[in-house]
């Protein structure tokens, strides 16, 4: 429904059509008699955008009555009807301040994303598992949990190229989190082997022949640009017949056979579930918050900043100190060294920075999202520079803060990481700051189930408009349109080619 569509029951029957034009005209002679500024007086938010596009509307019955020559009516019927427009209008200029909702949520989308009929529904057009196979295959995942789980989702959609038998896979997590849990510590072993029944064959132990051996090593994790599994990696299975193996992050999925690309989507998007004992704490943490709640994926920690090369000269002593011990640590990152000059701008105007947590709050405002809203923070121990953001909203929960003393110093990082997934995939609405592994798989997870409430913040145009010198209002302003456009078009919320661009 269009403007124009939303007032015309308030203007009566079509036959009546005229003489609504002659009140709107009536309407505009009034404002322009106020010498009302284009920009209006008050900051921009919802209630302001609602009223400019509810001016527009009228501006373009206006031009309609104009063409026809209708005489205008008095001052005082013009503003009875903008009165009643303004209190019936169906979309709702003023809100409880009290809800996770906005502008950016209320703007009809265009697209959504689904996941894809040819795996979900497995309608028989697949080809149907060999009844033999090459060998067996144990995926090696290393990193935080959610770069493990990419790792994963790869390896089953190779099991499956290569023909092969999945053996349960091994998260090695000792470099990353100095912490010791494996697959079953975190997800749901029975289940995963359920849900991916006739996707790819996966055992929880190899074939006595096989027992004593340990597998044949084939890393691809460090090979650049494109190559073939099957060209590459099938020789060492077929020949010894038991292999582990790292994927390749630069490997193209779009390059499988639609059987291989089903059993990744089916093994990463519908057979992976948190263990029983870990999904209980996961649901007591998430009842715990207040709802509606939007859930904020905020990163600015020191290894993070230390990453990304870029500079932020106005942080506090303590944050730079933050930053300077995890440059000089023995955590292996390529090249630590922050950017200067030119490079470090244009740098920056690619998107390539993290916004600071006070940085994401001035976005957020930009965006209508009301400063009582009920936000989770799903982030890391070390965030830095936290207050810049909860000076502005306050309503924040962590897990720190929701779960004893005794919980949270027991958990270890990759617990930690799960229960922040698992609070993200089933909030209200979910917000990230820098598009990294969790936020890829939260984003897919929640198009999974219907939950199209997501964004990805644009860093790179707050990067740009900054520094053409915008600020305050005008800066608002255009971060506001840059997401609407990101949110009605989906791609704010970017998801793999398991789902499918549905048209709304």
């Known amino acids: 429904m269009n403007g124009l569509d939303s007032i015309r029951p308030l203007l009566g029957s079509s036959h009546s059509l005229p003489i609504a034009l002659k009140i709107e005209r009536g309407l505009a002679i009034c404002f ?60 709702s200029l003023f809100r409880s301040d009290s809800k996770v909702r906005s502008i950016i949520w209320d703007t009809p989308r265009v697209f959504e994303w689904r996941p894809c009929a040819w795996w979900k529904e497995k309608d028989g057009s697949l080809e149907a598992l060999p009844e033999t196979n090459n060998g067996y295959i144990r995926v090696d995942c290393y990193g935080g949990l959610n770069q493990m789980r990419r790792d994963l989702c790869d390896g089953i959609g190779i099991a499956r190229l290569l023909n092969a038998t999945m053996v349960l896979p091994k998260f090695d997590v000792a470099a990353y989190w100095n912490e010791s849990s494996d697959f079953g510590d975190i997800f749901d072993i029975d289940y995963f082997i359920e849900r991916t029944k006739g996707y790819v064959r996966v055992i929880k132990e190899l074939p006595d022949e096989l027992k004593s051996k340990e597998p044949f090593k084939v890393d691809c994790s460090k090979r650049k640009g494109q190559f073939d599994y099957v ?17 390749a992050v630069s490997q193209r999925r779009d390059r499988y056979p639609l059987h291989a690309k089903a059993a990744l989507c089916q093994g990463c998007y519908n057979a992976l579930r948190l263990t029983r004992t870990l999904e209980t704490k996961a ?14 994926h905020l990163r600015f920690e020191p290894d993070m900043v230390v990453f990304s090369r870029c500079t932020y000269p106005s942080l506090s002593p303590s944050s730079l100190k933050a930053i300077e011990i995890a440059r000089n640590s023995d955590f292996v990152i390529s090249n630590k060294k922050p950017l200067t000059g030119m490079a470090a701008r244009q740098w920056r105007s690619r998107g390539k920075c993290p916004l600071t947590p006070q940085e994401t709050a001035f976005i957020l405002q930009s965006l209508g999202i009301p400063s009582n809203t009920f936000i989770y923070l799903a982030a890391g121990d070390e965030l830095m520079e936290i207050e810049g953001f909860t000076s502005i909203y306050k309503n924040v929960y962590t897990k720190s803060s929701l779960l004893s003393h005794v919980d949270f110093d027991s958990m270890h990082g990759n617990t930690k990481a799960a229960l922040d997934y698992y609070v993200s995939i089933n909030s209200d609405a979910y917000v990230a700051t820098y598009f990294g592994n969790m936020d890829k798989i939260v984003g897919a997870m929640r198009a999974a189930k219907g939950l199209y409430k997501t964004l990805l913040l644009n860093r790179r145009a707050f990067a740009n408009y900054s520094a053409e010198g915008l600020e305050g209002d005008d800066l608002a302003r255009v971060l506001w349109e840059v997401h ?16 499918c661009e549905s048209r709304m």
């Open 32 to 91: 322009s008699d106020l010498h009302l500024p284009t920009s209006l007086s008050f900051p921009f938010t919802p209630v302001r955008a609602s009223i400019l596009n509810l001016l527009h509307h009228f501006h373009l019955i206006l031009s309609l009555s104009m063409h026809q020559h209708i005489r205008p009516i008095p001052l005082f019927l013009s503003l009875l009807l903008f009165s009643g427009v303004v209190l019936f209008f169906p979309y």
């Open 283 to 296: 649901r007591e943490l998430l009842d715990a918050i207040p709802k509606p709640f939007l859930s904020l």
């Open 484 to 499: 609407r456009e990101d949110f009605v078009t989906g791609r704010g919320s970017a998801v793999p080619d398991c789902f």
């Open 231 to 247: 060209e590459v990696v099938l020789p060492s299975l077929l020949k010894h017949q038991y292999i582990s193996f790292a994927p």
